[in-house]
C-alpha cells in the first residue's frame, strides 16, 4: 500500500484542503485499519501496536454480546483473545481512569490526566458526588485509610458505606466515597476476573517509574492529550479533538493555535465540512484501505457520532435506554466497516447457553449493493463467532431488516480481511 505523508514544513501557510474520501482514509489510517493483519498468534506487541495507534479503550458495562474493551481489539486485529485488555492492565501497561468516559489508557498517559484529578478535588465533576464529598469527608477519609490498612477492597468488601440506595445507579455511600477517591486520584482502580472493580493506592496498581515522573502544567497536560487525540484521530474539528479524551472546550480551544504553532498540528480544510479541521503531521493518506470489521458502539472510530456522520454518511445513535418499541434498529447494534466505508448495522445478541450468535436485525444503508453487503456481513459474523467462542450464527425468526433475510443464503467471501 503506498502512502504520503500529508505534513507541510509552513505551519502558517494555508490550509491543507482534503477531499472527504482522503479524510476518511486518513481517519481510518489513524485508528489501525490501514495495518496488515497479523499472519500468526496475536500478542502483547500487536496489542500495544492498536493502543499506539487509538490511544485509550472505553469501558462500558454492556455485556449483551461481549464487553465494550475487547472489541476494538478484535475489530484491528481479528480473533484474539478475549483477555487481552485485562492481561496488559494486570502488566500494568494500562491503567483504568476518565480519559473517554471510563477508559483503559496506557500508563504513559498518567501525567498529562493528572489535571483531571487535580480539577475534579476542586470540585469539576458529576455534581452529586462533589456533594457527597463535601458533606461527608469524615467518610472519605475513613474509607481511604481503611483501603491503606487492609488492601485492595471492592465496594461491598468495606466495613463502611451503607446499603444500596436509589440515586447514583444503586451505589450506597461507600462506592460514592471510592469513586471520588478514583476520581482525585488518591486511589486507583483494577479488574478482577468477574470484571469487579477493586481500589487501591495508586502506588499498588501503577509502576513507580510513571508516578515519580513531574506532573506537567495543566495547559500542556492538555496540549499532549490534544496531540495524542490528532495522532488517534487523524484529522478532526476542534470538537472532535476536544472530545477524545473529553477536555473541555474552553480550555483546548486555545491550545490548539499554539499546538499549530508549534507545529504539532496542521490547520486543515474537509470538503463538506462546516468547521475548520486540524490535521496531525504525521497523517497518512493510502491509496485505500482493505478491512472488515464489527465496531463496538464505543469504538473511538465511532464514538463522536457527528464526526462518524460527516466522514461516513452514517447516523448512529445508542438505543439501549430507549423502550423497546421506540428503537429504529435494535439494543446492540454494531456497524459494519467495509474498507472505507459503513455499509450496514445488525442488531446481534450472544445466546453462550446456546453457542450462538443471534441475529436480531440486519440494516443496509441506503445506496450500497444489497448482495456485497450480506456476503460481507454474513463473513464478519461467521468471523464474530469464532472470537465470541460461539459455535454458529443463527438468525431469528422474525428479525428485522433489509439484510436479515440475505444472510443465511449469502456466500462467504473467502479471505479475512487483512488477507485480502
Not at 42 to 52: G, N, Q
Not at 152 to 167: D, F, I, V
Not at 306 to 327: H, Q, S, V
Not at 403 to 415: D, M, V, Y
Amino acid at each position: 500500500m503506498l502512502r504520503r505523508s500529508v505534513a507541510c514544513p509552513d505551519v502558517t501557510s494555508t490550509p491543507e484542503r482534503l477531499g472527504i474520501a482522503a479524510a476518511r482514509r486518513i481517519a481510518l489510517a489513524a485508528q489501525g485499519f490501514a495495518d496488515a493483519a497479523p499472519s500468526g498468534r496475536i500478542d502483547r506487541r500487536h496489542v500495544r501496536r492498536v493502543f499506539d495507534r487509538i490511544g485509550l479503550v472505553q469501558i462500558d458495562s454492556v455485556n449483551i454480546v461481549a464487553r465494550s474493551h475487547e472489541l476494538p481489539l478484535y475489530a484491528r486485529l481479528g480473533p484474539c483473545s478475549r483477555r487481552a485488555v485485562l492481561d496488559a492492565a494486570a502488566r500494568q501497561e494500562l491503567f483504568e481512569y476518565w480519559g473517554h468516559e471510563a477508559s483503559f489508557i496506557p500508563v504513559e498517559h498518567h501525567p498529562d490526566l493528572r489535571h483531571k484529578m487535580v480539577a475534579a478535588e476542586a470540585g469539576a465533576a458529576w455534581s452529586g458526588i462533589v456533594r457527597f464529598a463535601r458533606d461527608n469527608p469524615a467518610l472519605i477519609e475513613d474509607i481511604h485509610a481503611e483501603i491503606a490498612a487492609l488492601g485492595p477492597r471492592s465496594a461491598g468488601e468495606l466495613s463502611m458505606g451503607g446499603g444500596r440506595k436509589g440515586p447514583w445507579w444503586g451505589w450506597n455511600d461507600g462506592k460514592i466515597a471510592l469513586e471520588w477517591l478514583f476520581w482525585c486520584g488518591r486511589l486507583a482502580a483494577r479488574r478482577r476476573s468477574t470484571f469487579e472493580r477493586e481500589y487501591g493506592l495508586p502506588e499498588w496498581f501503577i509502576p513507580a517509574a510513571i508516578l515519580a515522573q513531574p506532573t506537567p502544567p495543566a495547559d500542556e497536560q492538555r496540549k499532549n492529550l490534544l496531540a495524542a487525540a490528532a495522532r488517534s484521530i487523524g484529522v478532526g474539528t476542534a470538537k472532535d479533538l476536544a472530545d477524545y479524551y473529553r477536555l473541555k472546550m474552553v480550555n483546548a480551544r486555545p491550545l490548539l493555535d499554539e499546538l499549530v504553532e508549534d507545529g504539532r498540528l496542521l490547520r486543515a480544510e474537509v470538503e463538506g465540512w462546516r468547521q475548520p479541521a486540524f490535521l496531525h503531521p504525521a497523517a497518512r493518506v493510502p491509496r485505500r484501505i482493505r478491512a472488515r470489521a464489527l465496531l463496538s458502539p464505543f469504538d473511538s472510530l465511532v464514538w463522536e457520532r457527528d464526526r462518524t456522520l460527516r466522514l461516513f454518511g452514517f447516523r448512529y445513535r445508542l438505543e439501549f435506554y430507549t423502550p423497546a418499541p421506540k428503537r429504529t434498529y435494535g439494543y446492540y447494534v454494531m456497524p459494519l466497516l467495509v474498507d472505507d466505508t459503513i455499509p450496514a448495522r445488525v442488531d446481534l445478541k450472544a445466546d453462550r447457553r446456546g453457542r450462538r450468535l443471534l441475529v436480531l436485525g440486519a440494516f443496509a444503508v441506503d445506496g450500497v449493493d444489497h448482495a456485497r453487503t450480506a456476503a460481507e456481513l454474513a463473513a464478519e459474523l461467521r468471523r464474530f463467532a469464532t472470537f465470541l467462542d460461539l459455535d454458529d450464527v443463527t438468525v431469528e425468526p422474525g428479525a428485522r431488516g433489509d439484510l436479515a433475510g440475505r444472510i443465511e443464503r449469502a456466500p462467504s467471501t473467502g479471505a479475512d480481511p487483512g488477507e485480502q
